[in-house]
């Protein structure tokens, strides 16, 4: 299982880093399942190397605008290559309802029904496991200004494991470490720096070392940051921050860094 990095950055993009997306690939050639939809991921998987066309399913965390605001420009580029399989997107109810809105604005453009692809909306049911593309996916509710749904994955194919964990948008909460439990890589939210708690925590969001402290709390292998304020030059200055409360292994991804999940996770080149 593949996981890459089309964006890692916070609800203001930079140089370095886009919004926060993930692609997931189960294994080569497969289907990709994107985790959200903000910027510009078709342009970004293009810079990746892969083709946007292999995207099977999208879901969508929750309705910030940089979660979800690129999904009626992925869908036009769609139909100007002509796409013809169905593009499923799937969402807790408030998101999905955003999606359904956004489809309809764009009307003119876009339409459901008169479109060249199917594009099919799925509710998901916080707490309740679905198959999603090659995935075994189980949403569960956050802490944030508006509804918002962490996840774990796995293959379906492979039941027993990999396990990445997501924590989306969220303030420390509750049902993070169990969103983290064992989880062979933890993806957590790190939108401000250590000593902005006060902050982080009236946004809704978490500061690196609290995004260490469900992880350790989880006991997750593997803790990789995202929905980062920084840039590039502050990689050391992010992964001390979350050692103060994290022991295990720290990726601090860049913008179209892949990671392969087996016993352990690792960063691999291409995405195959
Ligand atoms: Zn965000
Ligand atoms: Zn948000």
């Not at 290559?81 to 999905?96: E, G, Q, S, Y």
Request: hydrophobic share 45%.
């Amino acid at each position: 299982m593949f996981v890459a990095f089309l964006g890692t950055g916070s609800a203001l993009p930079s140089v370095d880093r886009a919004n926060t997306s993930l692609a997931l690939v189960a294994s080569p050639g497969a289907p990709i399942t994107l985790i959200d939809c903000g910027g510009d991921p078709y342009r970004n998987m293009l810079r990746l190397g892969i083709d946007p066309a292999r995207v099977s399913d999208i879901i969508i965390t929750h309705a910030h605008i940089d979660h979800i605001g690129g999904l009626p420009s992925l869908i036009e580029s769609y139909r100007i290559i002509d796409r013809t399989a169905p593009l499923r997107v799937h969402a807790i109810a408030h998101p999905l309802q955003v999606a359904r809105d956004l489809l309809q604005t764009y009307a003119f453009e876009l339409t459901l029904h008169h479109w060249p692809f199917p594009v099919e909306l799925y509710e998901l049911q916080p707490g309740v496991p679905v198959p999603i593309g090659d995935f075994t996916v189980t949403p569960i509710l956050t802490e944030h200004t508006v509804p918002s749904a962490g996840m774990r994955v796995v293959p379906t194919a492979t039941p027993q494991g990999p396990l990445l964990a997501y924590t989306c948008d969220t303030r420390v909460a509750p049902m993070i470490p169990g969103i983290a439990l064992n989880a062979d890589l933890f993806i957590a939210e790190a939108t401000y720096p250590r000593g902005s708690e006060e902050a982080a925590h009236r946004v809704g969001h978490m500061t690196t070392t609290q995004a260490g402290e469900m992880a350790q709390a989880g006991a997750a292998k593997a803790l990789a940051l995202v929905h980062l304020s920084l840039g590039y030059d502050a990689e050391g200055q992010l992964r001390r921050e979350a050692r103060q409360s994290y022991r295990g292994p720290i990726f601090i991804p860049r913008d179209l860094a892949i990671l392969r999940l087996e016993r352990r996770a690792r960063q691999v080149r291409r995405l195959p």
